[in-house]
């Protein structure tokens, strides 16, 4: 079946530009969460959303971070006056639920590069 | 999340079976060991979970010891698409989810 899709799969943009990334989830799955991975690095928790509940948002960097979700289905994260350090790829996943015995699945991410 | 340790590579011939250890000593009890690949410049794919039992599913199998300290992903018959980093992970939470160094498994012809 289809997988979490991102896109765009590749971005460039200048210092300065907002950037909009968007995820579909796996459909049915509750749970969606935004990670990041700069170059050589580990995963970086930014944000989860739960069906109707209050997003976590404890993981976002800086206030030029922000996503939304519409309902159970897509979500989009937005990166306003984007700075070089922001470059990385954005891996977005989803879950069936939140239990620990719910995998996440990734999607293939975005490459940001901020120039 | 507890620490996991893994070998930094391992080699498998084409159709034999690879056996990817992991150490995980300080896992806790209701901590999950899942395990997720990433071939380069893709998104982690996820393999496998277990809790205490070993688990079997379509792409591998999954070997937990009795205390739990360590378990072993197998992959029955390799195949040169299954090159990748392989991660072992104890999962308590998506807000600390790490993936650590891997193990990088090279499959040859």
């Known amino acids: 079946g289809a997988g979490v899709s991102q896109s765009p799969s590749n971005k460039v943009t200048e210092k300065g530009k907002d950037v909009e990334l968007r995820c579909d989830p796996i459909?049915?799955?509750?749970?969606l969460y935004w990670y990041r991975q700069r170059l050589g690095q580990g995963l970086e928790f930014l944000i989860y959303?739960?069906?109707?509940?209050?997003?976590?948002k404890s993981g976002l960097p800086s206030d030029r971070f922000s996503a939304e979700r519409t309902g159970e289905s897509v979500s989009t994260l937005t990166i306003q006056r984007t700075q070089q350090e922001d470059s990385a790829v954005y891996l977005c996943?989803?879950?069936?639920?939140?239990?620990?015995?719910?995998?996440?699945?990734f999607g293939n991410g975005t490459r940001l590069t901020v120039t | 999340d507890a620490k996991t340790t893994q070998p930094t590579s391992m080699d498998c011939a084409e159709g034999r079976a690879a056996n990817l250890p992991c150490n995980h000593s300080?896992?806790?009890?209701?901590?999950?060991v899942y395990w997720y690949r990433q071939i380069h410049s893709q998104g982690p794919q996820y393999i496998i979970h277990?809790?205490?039992n070993n688990e079997t599913n379509e792409m591998a199998s999954l070997i937990i010891t009795e205390d739990r300290k360590s378990s072993t992903l197998i992959l029955p018959h390799a195949t040169l698409r299954d090159t990748a980093v392989y991660y072992c992970?104890?999962?308590?939470?998506?807000?600390?989810?790490?993936f650590g160094k891997g193990t990088m498994l090279l499959v040859s012809p």
């Open positions: 996943a989803s879950s069936l639920g939140t239990e620990r015995n719910s995998p996440l699945h």
């Open positions: 459909s049915g799955h509750t749970a």
């Open positions: 959303f739960q069906g109707n509940s209050a997003p976590d």
């Open positions: 300080t896992i806790s009890g209701n901590e999950y």
């Open positions: 277990g809790l205490k």
């Open positions: 992970i104890v999962f308590s939470g998506y807000s600390t989810l790490t």
